[in-house]
């Protein structure tokens, strides 16, 4: 079966760091696009990096960029999210996302078709 797991969300102070991991499992392991999705209290869902997993380009939110780095292993079935220079702004419910829109974090819409169950992301000033 189909499945995203995420783990690595918390409370962090603002200028710290935090890192996101999501395990695939199931044919989605196999998308060429994923990416790491984020929606705070009140607002839509909007993705934050995706990347092609078959050459590795990372596409980055102008919010993020510099500050955020997406990356998969070798295996390409976990996908990664190293966050630092944290923002009270960044707080907010992160998802991972398979098979999804590559070029979402730049148009500023787009969506997914396999979603993991979301991480807290707190970001305290």
């Known amino acids: 079966q189909a499945q995203l797991m995420e783990s690595g969300g918390g409370s962090v102070q603002a200028g710290g760091s935090l890192r996101l991991s999501c395990v695939a499992t199931?044919?989605?392991?196999?998308?060429?696009?994923m990416g790491w999705f984020r929606q705070a209290p009140g607002k839509e869902r909007k993705a934050v990096a995706t990347i092609y997993t078959v050459g590795g380009q990372a596409y980055y939110a102008d919010s993020v960029k510099g500050r955020f780095t997406i990356s998969q292993d070798n295996t390409k079935t976990t996908l990664y999210l190293q966050m630092n220079s944290l923002k009270p702004e960044d707080t907010a419910v992160y998802y991972c996302a398979a098979d999804c829109d590559l070029f979402a974090p730049v148009s500023g819409s787009g969506s997914a078709n396999y979603w993991g169950q979301g991480t807290q992301v707190t970001v305290s000033s």
């Open positions: 199931g044919k989605i392991y196999s998308s060429i696009c």
